[in-house]
């Protein structure tokens, strides 16, 4: 992807003040070859909310240095919601969601998820139960590929939560137990999946997403210690294009130490809360911003 000096310079002073992650240390891959990000934190770290003003976009990121304490969870809805509607029904008590961002992909037109999502160890959302994808002639080409799409994970191995990014049949690793799960895709990173999953098909002029187009964005990252971190693109009010593309974010969340990163749904869906503040992402043609009705969402624990 061409360099955009304008992101390098702005990340540059973020660096500079020192709100970049901790940088990366090495990892080891299970048998089959995914990997696992085991978590190293030993005090009690909350997390940090900051925002990466750019000419055509403001990034939100939070950053979960602390997983353990604040777990990175998955929540789905029966019928379409805002992300402030479904964080206060996630956990008990006032408070007890740190941060939310809109997570999976899902059928505006019946409201019926097209990622699978699990919860708590049970799959909770099956797009083969979806007609309207499964049985779309235009998409029969793809479908073995769309229903292997990548999925953020949280497992329990041993007691201990851990995190992966990986394809949906991808195996659970030995000794860990799979607890949550969302897909979308592709994967930003280490390298674009947009092919392999379906996403794009340059032969056919197929780009689902629309992966080279500014646009608002939501993106869930790991970094190679056991750090989560969200990111919600939003455009910019009397800017065009406006938004970041797909490699843009890649590269955004690189610079930030991230080393394995899923796209999530982005545009009109785009949607990251904060300390009771709701972001959203996507602007209309009046400049105002877009608030969807989503099917799932990660969602940060704030544990008593």
């Known amino acids: 992807m061409r360099s955009n000096p304008l992101l390098s310079l702005a990340l540059g002073l973020v660096a500079a003040l020192g709100l970049l992650g901790c940088a990366p240390i090495p ?171 379906g996403f794009v098909d340059r032969a056919a002029g197929r780009d689902a997403l629309g992966s080279q187009s500014a646009n608002a964005r939501s993106a869930v990252g790991l970094t190679a210690d056991g750090i989560v971190v969200l990111v919600m693109v939003a455009q910019v009010p009397g800017v065009s294009p406006s938004g970041m593309t797909m490699g843009e974010v890649a590269e955004l969340m690189r610079d930030r130490g991230v080393i394995q990163a899923l796209n999530l749904d982005g545009g009109s869906s785009s949607t990251l809360i904060y300390g009771g503040t709701t972001h959203y992402g996507r602007l209309n043609a009046n400049g105002e911003r877009v608030q969807r009705p989503v099917k799932s969402v990660l969602w940060v624990e704030n544990l008593p």
């Open 27 to 197: 990892t080891e891959a299970d048998a089959a070859g995914e990997k696992t990000h085991a978590l190293t934190a030993a005090s009690v770290v909350p997390p940090r909310y900051e925002t990466i003003a750019l000419p055509t976009a403001t990034v939100h990121v939070v950053t979960i240095a602390d997983p353990v304490r604040y777990p990175v969870r998955v929540a789905v809805v029966d019928e379409l919601a805002l992300v402030d509607r479904i964080a206060p029904q996630v956990c008990d008590g006032e408070g007890c969601v740190a941060a939310a961002v809109n997570a999976g992909f899902f059928d505006p037109n019946n409201g019926l998820t097209t990622s699978y999502v699990v919860q708590d160890g049970a799959l909770v959302a099956d797009p083969g139960q979806n007609q309207r994808l499964v049985g779309n002639p235009d998409l029969a080409t793809y479908m073995d590929r769309i229903l292997n799409r990548s999925e953020f994970r949280r497992y329990d191995c041993g007691g201990t939560p851990s995190y992966a990014i990986a394809l949906y049949q991808a195996p659970v690793p030995a000794g860990c137990a799979l607890v949550d799960a969302v897909g979308a895709g592709p994967q930003l990173l280490p390298q674009d999946t947009s092919v392999e999953e």
